[in-house]
């Protein structure tokens, strides 16, 4: 008789079958199973990493010159799903950080913003992540990052559990957890569940050249993961960077033959572009004083995510007056998030959004 694999008890099987021997161990099965099974469904599920940025004080100040750091939460799936939950949205994080204080810091951060945090879990096998930002010469964000790899590629597809994917609506990633193993079979069995439960799929590449093996990979990479998506947003450099030489709204058939329905580029202080099949429009973001654009991007892809929703639309599509629409409300979020140092406490709430609008 052939012998079965033996595979590794997955959170759900330890959950349930392994009684809690103490009123710590219970207090963890009670949260385990409520996030698993009680929790009502969700209406965007973000998978990817979280970790801690430290920001320079005065913001522009180059590292090395740089004596007073800020910390703040970061990571961009992190972020959406933080964004979105202030949108009004139900929003569950899959994710993994370290057992140490920084990682226990930022559980209770997304804890107090009211995530569902079922299938969110701490290793005692790596720290958490730490990314110092800085600004080039033309302003734009680098990171320097330590702790790399972080306990966010340490998630485990056992650890993404099919349940938790049903009645969902949305799943939304970036590339950073594509990079190494087994972070990677994670989030491609996380795809596997999303298509098969019918959500609609959203990526932001959130290119990080210093965390890939080479920029040849990284792009080879996200261009193959392209059409896993419906909905696709991306920062001018990465545009240029994906696709040299083409222009966006000469692109959309392109991206359409992939399967994205749904497109955007940010584009900074000059706003946002935004397609859907052969329409497109091009919107100017509002003028705010800017104090810390970290975030921003995020912050503009959970506007979207709402207004795709909103719109209950099933195959995507929009008209041009719609994504005009979409791509004002989505420049409004991200325009707030640069206007407070730090991007969890500067993401807008949906009343504040909509009393600007």
């Keep these: 008789m052939a012998m079965e694999a033996f595979t590794e008890p997955s959170v759900f099987d330890r959950a349930i079958f392994d009684p809690p021997s103490s009123i710590l161990d219970g207090l963890k099965w009670i949260s385990v199973v409520s996030g698993l099974i009680m929790s009502p469904p969700l209406d965007v599920i973000c998978l990817g990493e979280l970790l801690i940025d430290f920001v320079p004080t005065p913001s ?29 949205m139900s929003c569950g994080f899959i994710g993994k950080v370290g057992d140490d204080p920084f990682g226990r810091y ?44 972080g306990a966010d590629v340490l998630l485990r ?73 419906h909905i696709l947003k991306m920062n001018q450099s990465e545009w240029e960077f994906l696709f040299p030489g083409r222009k966006f709204e000469d692109s959309l058939s392109m991206l359409e033959r992939k399967g994205i329905s749904l497109s955007a580029v940010t584009l900074g202080a000059q706003g946002s572009i ?21 975030g921003a991007g ?15 639309r099933a195959p995507l599509r929009f008209e041009k007056a719609e994504l005009t629409e979409m791509a004002r409300f989505a420049n409004v979020v991200g325009a707030f998030t640069t206007t407070k140092a730090g991007c969890i406490p500067a993401f807008p709430w949906l009343r504040q959004v909509k009393k600007y609008l």
């Design 60 to 88: 522009l100040s180059p590292l090395s010159r740089t004596r007073l750091f800020r910390l703040a939460p970061g990571g961009a799936p992190a972020n959406v799903a933080v964004a979105s939950r202030r949108l009004g």
């Design 298 to 312: 995020d912050g503009f892809m959970a506007g979207l995510l709402y207004q795709s929703l909103k719109r209950n």
């Design 157 to 229: 597809p056992d650890e993404v559990q099919e349940n938790y994917f049903r009645g969902a609506r949305i799943f939304h990633f970036g590339s950073i957890s594509l990079i190494q193993e087994p972070s990677r079979s994670a989030t491609l069995t996380a795809l596997d569940y999303a298509h098969k439960h019918g959500l609609i799929v959203s990526f932001d590449p959130n290119l990080r050249p210093a965390l890939w093996p080479s920029l040849k990979q990284a792009r080879q990479e996200i261009l193959r993961t392209l059409s896993h998506c």
């Design 274 to 294: 935004i397609g859907s099949h052969n329409q497109w429009t091009r919107m100017n973001g509002p003028q705010v004083k800017v104090v810390d654009t970290t």
């Design 106 to 149: 930022l559980r209770d951060v997304l804890k107090q913003e009211g995530l569902n945090l079922g299938l969110f879990t701490l290793s005692s096998e790596a720290l958490t992540r730490l990314a110092f930002v800085t600004n080039d010469s033309n302003e734009r964000q680098r990171f320097l990052f330590y702790g790399n790899p």
